[in-house]
Nanobody, 126 residues
Framework: QIQLGESGGGSVQAGGSLTLSCAAS????????MGWFRQTPGKEREIVAR????????YYVDSVKGRFTISRDNANKDLYLQMASLKPEDTAMYYC???????????????????WGQGTQVTVSS
């Protein structure tokens, strides 16, 4: 069974940088478009960024445009999120998963068991 594992989070001051990694164990991402989501207590998980499987085209939520960069490796087993100019409002638990279309509202697609990895915490202090 494929499982997703996120890493790279930490505590940084505003303006700092972090790079998150997502690894697929037991398989690859296949033909799924992959993305990063984040969640804070009491709020729903939201899409942050998505990268298309074939074209490599990317999507970013407005709040992170110009600061975050999503990428994936050629072996299709690792996904990354480079985060720069971090703000306190970026504080959240970050997760990776397959992502549906824009028409679906970029909903997560559960192609692994369990659906979500353990996530990686990002904390940005002012």
């Amino acid at each position: 069974q494929i499982q997703l594992g996120e890493s790279g989070g930490g505590s940084v001051q505003a303006g700092g940088s972090l790079t998150l990694s997502c690894a697929a164990s037991g398989g690859t991402f296949g033909v799924y478009h992959m993305g990063w989501f984040r969640q804070t207590p009491g709020k729903e998980r939201e899409i942050v960024a998505r990268i298309n499987w074939g074209s490599g085209d990317t999507y970013y939520v407005d709040s992170v445009k110009g600061r975050f960069t999503i990428s994936r490796d050629n072996a299709n087993k690792d996904l990354y999120l480079q985060m720069a100019s971090l703000k306190p409002e970026d504080t959240a638990m970050y997760y990776c998963n397959a992502v549906g279309s824009a028409a679906s509202g970029f909903k997560p697609l559960c192609f692994t068991t369990p659906c979500w990895g353990q996530g990686t915490q990002v904390t940005v202090s002012s």
